[in-house]
């Protein structure tokens, strides 16, 4: 019964629409009851009485902001607010009380107050104040819980990484040099520009073939056409740089050692102009008008080996991978197809373009990976997988693509445009997503190179300049792989 009536007794101290009975006396009532009992015992006369109840009683009104009054609640018990509490945190607090007037124990250490004061501070808060800070900008992090997963990004950290480590890379818009390139023959099917291992940039104006040094810039004419109309259509370095490839408008191919500038060997086997070139080591490969690719083994006196059917209109691209596994094939008839380069027989024939495929290139760091760009009619470019013989991706750049190359420095994919932008764009791979355009021709791009060190590109252009971007610089930070010192296999076998 007792329980029960302690109980209720705890319940009506908390009811607050009824006076408390048993609380303290309120600060008005001790007043009254202070003046009362002031003017009962008082010796002084009326006047000083009165003077005393006007100093020691509480007005009724305050005067606020604005005129505005507040009143004394009449009431007693109405200016009470008790708020609703845990047991446990009651508990806390009288022992806190209690603790207060007892007398400090003589001999207590700072070390054990601390560890007390701990104690209160996890038992009040579940956890020490001192440890627990809003803004916490100096030091290690706090370390989370035993178990304690995180599924949320890192929006701040102390510890820079590595992307915001790098420096931010500047590519100049306008070209390092620029030479000149008369008598350029504007026509998109042709290769009239590539740059070999040696340094040396090989351009075909017309019926000549120029070699510029690039590094000391000296410029060599190393053939002229000698029959009438005639002109250059396409040239090839070697993979040693050693020895050039030319296809001309007579059907022919030839063969020629650039240290001795001297012809070595003329092949006949097309029918039609020679539009593009390729090598793999000591074959050599061709693509005519007439849509035939022929395959020349250089090293021998019968040099045409095999002969692939393929396209229905001119071969305008050819390209071998790096590892020599595949070849790859453009056409005006709007396909791509994949040879295999031991079989020599189709592998794939992508039909998804709407116009001339010229621009062919593979990557360098994943030699199944095949870029190639269609003509005005398509003007997409196409990433394949020839493994699978998938598309990965596919981007409409809203102009023709005229030439691709890949950049190893920066894992980046370069393009030449003509209609309708004339410029040079540089991609990032394999998402697509634009670096940045390069402008300046006033004609369409016809031809991209990439410089030996990969750290320059060349473009030819129809109006008759060849433009050099100096776009892919290493950073010098990273050590560079040393060059292997083979020699070529074709260097003694050429007849």
Sequence with gaps: MSHFGFENDIHSVLKLDMPITNAPMARWQRKASTSASAHAGALSPNKSTNRSLSLSKTPSKTPGKNGKTQSTPSNAGGDRFIPVRNAKQMDVASFLLSKENEPAEEGASAANQQATQKAWSVTLNGYDVEDAKILHLGGKPLNAPEGYQNNLKVLYSQVPTPASM??????????ERILD????????YLNLMDWGRQNLLAVALSEQVYLWDAAQGDITLLKKMEEENSYICS??????????????????VELWDVQYQKRLRCMDSHTTRVGCLSWNDHVLSSGARSGLIHQHDVRVAEHHTCTLRGHAQ???????SPDGRYLASGGNDNTVNVWSGAQQTGVHCFTEHEGAVKALAWCPWQPSILASGGGTSDRHIRLWNVNSGSCVTAWDTQSQVSSLLFAANYKELVSGHGFAHDQVSIWKYPSLAKVTDLQGHEGRVLNLSLSPDGSTVASLSA????????CFEKDPSKKAKPAGGSSSIIQQHIR
């Design 463 to 470: 109006d008759e300049t060849l433009r050099l971007w100096k």
């Design 235 to 252: 040239v090839s370095w070697s993979r040693d740089g050693n020895f050039l490839a030319i296809g001309t408008s007579t059907c022919k």
């Design 181 to 188: 390139a008369p008598e350029l023959r504007n026509d998109f």
């Design 314 to 320: 001119e071969v305008c691209g050819l390209a071998w």
């Design 166 to 175: 790098k420096k931010s890379r500047y590519i100049s818009s306008a070209p």
